[in-house]
């Protein structure tokens, strides 16, 4: 093995799982504040939203898709004739969906 000259970039040490876990909990203050600042920034909304999962995630945990209570509670729910929402801004619905949602209320009526 040959030791790199001066104006040659050194390999970076390999890092553990254990090392860069405890290197990333020493960042997490100042990660949750950078969070905080741009979810209370004038940022584009997406953006606030994304930093404010990322602090959600964090301090409740990631929600588990497609967990086995949830599934069995949507079952039940569907069985007993429940209902999905799906909340959108309107200026985010194609119109394809409009047309979908409209076709759904006449039915309904």
Do not use: C, N
């Not at 040959?2 to 990333?24: D, H, V």
């Not at 997406?46 to 497609?66: I, M, N, Y």
Request: proline letters at 6%.
């Amino acid at each position: 093995m040959t030791t790199p000259s001066k104006g040659e970039p050194q390999e970076p040490e390999p890092m553990t799982a254990k090392g860069l876990r405890q290197k990333a909990q020493g960042m997490s203050a100042l990660a949750l504040t950078t969070l905080g600042k741009i979810m209370r920034g004038r940022g584009q909304d997406s953006v606030k939203l994304a930093a404010a999962r990322e602090v959600l995630d964090r301090a409740h945990g990631k929600p588990r898709s497609g967990a086995p209570k949830a599934r069995a509670k949507t079952a039940k729910a569907s069985a007993k004739g429940g209902m999905t929402v799906i909340v959108k801004r309107f200026i985010d619905i194609t119109p394809e969906e409009q047309a979908a949602a409209d076709a759904t209320e006449r039915s309904e009526w």
